[in-house]
């Protein structure tokens, strides 16, 4: 299980609701609204944060608002993986990741 300050983060519910939203409702009952393209924004892979210095090489105007996710799928128990109308599919999205944009800011 994963843990993020003391919550258990385990998704109930993941719906990808339409080609620009995403809700996840997790197991305390919070439920999260992602937006396509901020999400895609928020990317942790390592073509769009470098891996030694943490800096962020994806630069968010370089993201059209407008686009979508095409598909997504689960990595093991733990993570999500997007396909992105861009063609960029590499991001693997932890729960918890997920779970801390959402505390920390709506994405």
Not at 46 to 69: F, H, S
Not at 75 to 86: E, M
Request: aromatic share 10%; charged share 30%.
């Amino acid at each position: 299980m994963v843990y993020v300050s003391g919550l258990q983060i385990e998704p109930r519910e993941i719906k990808h609701e339409d080609d620009f939203n995403l809700r996840i409702t997790w197991a305390d009952g919070r439920e999260c609204q992602f937006n396509a393209a901020a999400l895609r924004r928020a990317c942790p892979c390592a073509q769009c944060v470098n891996e030694w210095t943490g800096e962020r090489m994806l630069k968010p105007g370089t993201i059209a608002d407008d686009l979508e996710i095409k598909d997504l799928s689960l990595v093991g128990r733990y993570a999500l993986n997007f396909q992105w109308s861009d063609g960029h599919q590499t991001g693997i999205y932890s729960f918890r990741y997920l779970r801390e944009l959402c505390e920390g800011e709506e994405v």
